[in-house]
């Protein structure tokens, strides 16, 4: 499991740090081919609901990357007014990001089931959440989990 995200680490930030770039797509698809597997396994998909899950999936993150846009984090703002303009686009972003999750809620319900559906959107946040930890700790220069040495 740790292996997997820190494979999908490495494939956003390669994917960030190259834009849009045909490498950038090759590796923004195996991103999606990671977390594809992660949610496969971790809501029990079976072979007969994967290829339409991944159709929709493929769609619903299309639509989220759309609605989150720009990743990169803005200065600290020194401002009351930057301060609440900052706040509010952050706030429009998760409108945005929410109205889509209840989009397709719908779509996901003709493919999953009631516990997978249930579990659904809890399985992609701690994805995400994984992923922004990984980055964050990437960030701070450190590349790898620190193993504990042997006395």
């Known amino acids: ?79 009351t007014e930057e301060a609440v303009a900052l706040q509010k686009r952050r706030m429009e972003r998760q409108q945005r990001a929410q109205a889509i999750r209840i989009r397709y809620i719908d779509e996901f319900a003709t493919v999953l089931d009631a516990t997978q559906i249930n579990r659904f959107f809890d399985v992609e946040s701690n994805i995400q959440k994984k992923l922004k930890a990984r980055i964050s700790h990437h960030k701070d220069g450190n590349m790898a989990p620190q193993r504990r040495q042997r006395q």
């Open 1 to 79: 499991m740790k292996a997997l995200f820190v494979t999908i680490l490495l494939f956003v930030t390669a994917a960030s740090a190259s834009a849009q770039s045909p490498r950038a797509d090759k590796l923004n698809e195996r991103l999606f081919d990671a977390k594809v597997r992660e949610m496969v396994y971790r809501l029990r998909i079976t072979d007969e609901q994967k290829p339409k899950f991944v159709e929709i999936y493929r769609r619903y993150c299309e639509e989220m990357i759309v609605a989150w846009g720009d990743h990169k984090r803005p200065s600290r703002p020194t401002t």
